[in-house]
């Protein structure tokens, strides 16, 4: 009986898996937006934070450069951990900057963007 135990293979672990569809692929981490700018060129963004920005339905930064007291409100309450960050790291003002295309600007007050983009 023992010896029938040690030649039945463990049960796979789901997570690792391969699909079962051929076109079907493993995601992980945040999907980016089709689109969407590069949020992480803000600092204080990184690829945490814009997966959280995207599930908020936040892919622009003329969405963040346009945000109001009421926005950063709510938005700031669903950072979790990350809150406080927006007024802290001027977001708002970064967004504005990066969204105008005044790339010398921002880099005088805020330095070289840490984004792709």
Do not use: C
Not at 22 to 37: H, R, S, W
Not at 92 to 116: F, H, P, V, W
């Amino acid at each position: 009986m023992r010896e029938a135990m040690k030649q039945v293979p463990p049960e796979p672990d789901p997570d690792d898996a391969a699909p079962q569809n051929q076109n079907e692929t493993k995601v992980t981490g945040p999907t980016p937006t089709k689109g969407a700018d590069d949020l992480t060129r803000i600092k204080g963004i990184g690829p945490k934070l814009v997966g959280t920005l995207h599930e908020l339905g936040v892919t622009s930064l003329e969405q963040i450069a346009n945000w109001t007291q009421a926005d950063v409100a709510r938005i700031d309450s669903e950072l979790g951990r990350f809150q406080g960050r927006i007024e802290r790291d001027g977001w708002i003002e970064q967004a504005r900057l990066l969204n105008a295309g005044d790339t010398a600007a921002y880099e005088a007050k805020y330095g070289k963007t840490s984004g792709t983009s």
